[in-house]
């Protein structure tokens, strides 16, 4: 792409990937947080599935947090 408001590719392959990366951490940290809480105090399989919902959200709400300071860091357009 020419001009000056073009996207810049370099740049957004870098967040896309590391978004991939540390979403799929966080996301995997979250469901194994959630089992084992759960587990070891023998809350049941519906407290078990909750618990993995809330920790899921946490980590999404980490994810958005990660992803826009990785956007300021690494300006998406030229």
């Known amino acids: 792409m020419s001009g000056k408001n073009g996207i810049n590719i370099r740049n957004l392959t870098t967040v896309i990937s590391l978004t991939i990366l540390v979403g799929s951490e966080i996301f ?21 599935r909750g618990l993995m919902g809330l920790f899921s959200l946490v980590g999404l709400y980490g994810l958005v947090v990660f992803l826009r300071k990785a956007v300021s860091v690494e300006p998406l357009t030229r």
């Open 28 to 48: 995997g940290v979250a469901l194994a947080a959630a089992w084992a809480i759960a587990g070891w105090w023998n809350l049941g399989i519906m407290v078990e």
